[in-house]
């Protein structure tokens, strides 16, 4: 994470991570970062199949918690070959603002959820919309990395 966002003094735990951040630590994680030198952070995106991040407000705008989802269970697909779309829950999840998600980011939100890398909050919403943490980041990293033996 110190190559995406400098040494542990410059960390900045409850600074919001920007989509360019998240397209950066995703391509370390997956090991990309040395194959894909020159490439623009757009480029990036779209060959890592993550495109739909770059929408309104460019990569430069604060990522929210169902991209963040969307990416974690890239990672997860990235590092056991297993395609997220084809995962189902282990069991029944009620999120109480489900409408809210997009529909691009469900089956991801679901399968974060279910696999305890993401949370939903005391209310029992997952708050899609809401910007994410650097440490909220990097705590479900760590739990996707976990789940593939890669922590």
């Given amino acids: 994470m ?5 040494s542990l003094e410059a960390f900045y ?8 951040e998240v397209i ?5 994680v997956v090991g990309k970062d040395v194959l894909n030198l020159g490439l ?10 993550l495109g739909s991040l770059l929408g309104i407000g460019g990569v430069t705008r604060n990522a929210n918690r169902q991209e963040i ?10 590092k056991t070959g ?5 995962l189902l829950p282990g069991r029944y999840i009620y999120i109480g603002d489900e409408k809210d ?5 469900f089956k991801q939100v679901l399968m974060a959820l279910d696999l305890g890398v993401m949370c939903l909050n005391p209310k029992g919403d997952f708050e899609p919309k809401k910007t994410v943490t650097r440490s909220e980041l990097a705590k479900s990293l760590a739990g996707i990395l976990k789940l593939t033996g890669d922590l």
């Fill in 2 to 6: 110190s190559d995406v966002f400098g």
């Fill in 13 to 20: 735990p409850d600074d919001p991570v920007r989509i360019n």
């Fill in 24 to 28: 950066l630590i995703y391509e370390k």
């Fill in 40 to 49: 623009s952070i757009n480029q990036k995106a779209n060959k890592y199949g």
């Fill in 69 to 78: 989802a969307f990416v974690i269970m890239t990672v997860y697909s990235e």
């Fill in 82 to 86: 297993i395609n997220a779309q084809s």
């Fill in 101 to 105: 998600i997009d529909d691009i980011c």
